[in-house]
């Protein structure tokens, strides 16, 4: 299959699924298992006991269960628990609506795509415009059939989400599993009051497009909750990735010794280099005294709380960044505004009520 004519669906969903660095190697490829033999199919005997291939399904599920759970800290459990637990509750409600209505759950949600318009040619042409820098060079009408095949699957898995929603809002569905809350020391530079309700710890990397991606959202977060909210910055420079991201690091943290962290975090963010120059050129914009600043760089004087803020994280689960914790609750990657809105809005009403109830 030609590249080019491949690149705009996947160049778009990678770009989506895609929130965080991460050193681990991509997720693998997975494909449709074979035809499982019938359960009581016998596979083996052991002293003249049958073993059945439904027995070794059940054994290899298990399996593959402990194998995916053994190296995960609290945070991932709870994050494969929860994407288990949509999936589970999402399948049991279409399955009941399904039964009701006397239809398989394939033709359940091809008879709710039905109500989706067609998409247009405008569509297709306006897809095209927006992502041709992406394109590999290929034309609307090489490449139109494509977009077109990508925006009908996006549009039956929008409608699909808002039809489960609304089986879930008639259902009254209520997931009472709760994320586990991980100890992190909030320290390091800050902005917000000391005594606000919610403390976000990030760990970030200066080199990684991600965390820069979550410089804008972490803005709108702030402005959203004035005054309910400190943000502590550490650093969890990925070295074998980002080979410019502990110098950075450790030369905002110089920053920081003359009173200007921030203005400096913000102008690499929005820079476009992390060369030697190129911080000097930021520390000499924000106003620091260029010399104190590259005699601190070049004894490289905050070393050790790089170290310490990479152990804390590594302690704490990091393995990407961005990674935030939110009063202690773990979000991996740069998610939108409304996934850090819900946790806080939970915390702030827990508060509300701990203190109406005291």
Same mark, same amino acid.
């Given at each position: ?27 693998? %490829?997975?494909? *449709? ?38 190296? *995960?800290? =609290? ?79 996006? %549009? ?55 965390? =820069? ?28 990735? #980002? ?21 400096? #975090?913000? =102008? ?6 992390? %060369? ?9 914009? @924000? ?7 590259k005699a601190c760089m070049a004894e490289r004087r905050y070393k050790d ?29 740069? =998610?939108? @505004? ?21």
């Open positions: 299959m030609d590249r080019r004519l491949r690149f705009a669906a996947a160049a778009t969903l990678a770009t989506a699924l895609s929130v965080a660095c991460s050193p681990r190697d991509a997720t693998p %490829q997975t494909s *449709k298992a074979p035809v499982a033999a019938a359960d009581t199919e016998v596979v083996a005997e052991i002293d003249g006991k049958p073993v059945t291939a439904g027995e070794l399904d059940a054994w290899i599920r298990e399996d593959l269960y402990q194998r995916e759970v053994a190296n *995960k800290g =609290k945070t991932e459990l709870f994050e494969l628990r929860s994407e288990a637990l949509d999936r589970m509750i999402d399948e049991n409600l279409l399955a009941a609506e399904a039964g009701r209505r006397k239809l398989s759950v394939d033709d359940l949600l091809a008879s709710e795509a039905k109500t989706s318009d067609e998409i247009s040619d405008e569509a297709v042409k306006a897809f095209y415009e927006q992502n041709k820098a992406r394109m590999g060079g290929a034309t609307l009408e090489q490449i139109g059939p494509r977009i077109r095949r990508f925006l009908e699957e996006r %549009q039956s898995a929008d409608a699909r989400e808002q039809y489960v929603r609304s089986l879930r809002d008639k259902a009254g569905v209520s997931v009472r599993l709760t994320a586990p809350r991980v100890e992190v020391a909030a320290e390091g530079p800050s902005r917000g009051p000391a005594n606000a309700p919610i403390t976000i710890v990030e760990f970030s990397d200066y080199e990684c497009p991600f965390c =820069k991606r979550a410089e804008p959202i972490l803005k709108q977060v702030l402005e959203r909750y004035p005054d309910k909210i400190r943000l502590v910055y550490r650093n969890f420079p990925l070295e074998q990735m #980002h080979p410019r991201a502990r110098p950075t690091a450790e030369a905002a943290l110089c920053a920081e010794e003359q009173g200007k962290f921030w203005e400096f #975090h913000e =102008k690499v963010f929005s820079g476009s280099g992390l %060369q030697e120059a190129d911080l000097v050129g930021y520390a000499d914009a @924000v106003g620091l005294d260029t010399a104190k600043f709380r790089v170290d310490a803020d990479a152990q804390a994280g590594r302690d704490a689960g990091v393995s990407g960044t961005p990674a935030f914790f939110v009063n202690g609750i773990m979000l991996s990657g740069a =998610k939108p @505004v409304e996934e850090f809105s819900a946790i806080i809005e939970r915390e702030l009403d827990a508060r509300g009520k701990a203190a109406a109830g005291s």
